[in-house]
């Protein structure tokens, strides 16, 4: 099957024939960044961000889930770690950026 969005991306980057304009590589290597960019720098860094503002946000109370699955309530909170209490007498110690999420209630649904 044929798929002109290959063949045109092929195209781009091919070199020039001799005689060739050498703006053209430049033209192409421009192109290639900006596809990196838009499809992997920008992306990352919008989740950075956002991570990095759900942690400064974090407060005694919030229900969190850590990357590694662990659901639980913020007890206390420092600078770079807090205490979660997972069960009734059951509290970790978790860096402030290995939290996944929050978890947030949604009105009108329930637990069961």
């Given amino acids: 099957m044929e798929c002109p969005v ?7 980057l091919m070199a020039p024939a001799e005689g060739g304009s050498p703006w ?3 033209v192409q290597l421009g192109l290639i960044f900006m596809i990196f960019y838009w499809l992997l ?3 990352q ?11 400064d946000t ?3 109370g919030d ?4 990357v590694g ?3 639980g309530t913020i007890v ?5 770690r807090l205490t979660v209490k997972t069960a009734e007498d059951t509290r970790l110690l978790v860096e402030r950026g290995k939290v996944g999420r929050t978890v947030v209630d949604e009105p009108g649904k329930g637990n069961g």
Avoid at 7 to 12: A, N, R
Avoid at 45 to 55: C, F, G, L, N, V
């Fill in 6 to 12: 290959t063949y045109f991306l092929f195209g781009l």
């Fill in 76 to 80: 206390h909170l420092d600078d770079e």
């Fill in 24 to 26: 053209a590589l430049f």
């Fill in 41 to 43: 720098i920008r992306p």
């Fill in 63 to 66: 229900e969190i889930v850590t």
């Fill in 69 to 71: 699955g662990i659901i």
């Fill in 58 to 60: 974090l407060k005694k």
């Fill in 45 to 55: 860094k919008k989740e950075k961000d956002r991570h990095k503002a759900m942690i």
